[in-house]
């Protein structure tokens, strides 16, 4: 069987009033051979009809409660046939339809394991940047030690590495991409580069945003994964985390 180009994972609950634009956002990608699969944790509104709706055979789909976010991510990590894995929000979208085919070209041309692009975020109108959350091109160990990571949503991934280094870790329910990006590019040295473009658009309110209590939780949770790699932490870390958030929520450049 040929080895796809790509599997990009969604995974969705109740997600009926943005997950067409996410599906559509998809599968009008171009240049690449792609599967999609999307998680879903049992809906109770009417998102599984709009999934059946499609009717592409690159959309697989299954529907079933999960033990969280990061457990959807595994399932759709096992199912994953493609040599690179992208994870993409159920209301979050591609901003053009060469997004993958731009990524893969640049796995190829740097020989990279994980590629990482910019992200903005919108209110209604997805062609209206509100703050952008740009990636750097370089990686110190006090970016990561200060609880800096890339975008998850414009990360794409070789599937080896998560072979290499493991899956989401359930134990968190925010900061568990913080935790896999750690292992992989802080710990493990996989070869990273950055586009210097957006890649993704996203809805505000996501999980680890929406609010002063989920970003002191996600703060939490990036201290206890450092210290479980023996990491010693300064005394100004939180300091600097949610100065570096709110900066984050305000900065519209």
């Known amino acids: ?113 994980i590629v990482s692009g910019h992200i903005y975020y919108f209110d209604e109108d997805k062609n209206i940047k509100g703050r952008v959350y740009k990636c750097s091109d370089y990686l110190c160990s006090s970016q990561w030690l200060d609880g800096w990571q890339p975008p998850h949503p414009s990360t794409f991934v070789k599937k080896i590495v998560y072979d290499n280094v493991g899956e989401y870790s359930e134990c968190y329910k925010i900061s568990s991409d913080y935790d896999f990006l750690f292992r992989a590019l802080y710990l493990n040295k996989f070869k990273h580069s950055v586009i210097d473009e957006y890649l993704v658009a996203m809805r505000t309110g996501g999980e680890s945003t929406r609010s002063i209590g989920a970003i002191m939780k996600g703060n939490k949770e990036v201290r206890e994964i450092l210290k479980s790699h023996g990491v010693h932490i300064s005394k100004l870390f939180t300091a600097k985390k949610i100065t570096k958030k709110l900066f984050n929520k305000f900065n519209r450049k």
Do not use: C, W
């Not at 990608?29 to 792609?34: A, I, L, M, N, S």
């Open 1 to 113: 069987m040929m080895m796809l180009d790509f599997s990009i994972v969604t995974v969705s609950y109740n997600s009926a009033l943005t997950i067409s634009e996410t599906i559509d956002s998809v599968l009008s990608q171009k240049g690449v051979d792609f599967e999609y699969i999307i998680i879903d944790g049992g809906s109770k509104d009417n998102t599984l009809e709009i999934i059946k709706s499609y009717n592409d055979p690159r959309v697989k789909y299954i529907s079933e409660p999960d033990d969280g976010l990061y457990n959807a991510m595994n399932k759709g990590l096992k199912l994953a046939r493609g040599e690179i894995v992208a994870i993409l929000n159920s209301d979050d979208l591609y901003t053009h339809e060469r997004v993958l085919d731009r990524v893969k070209n640049e796995f190829l041309f740097n020989s990279s394991d």
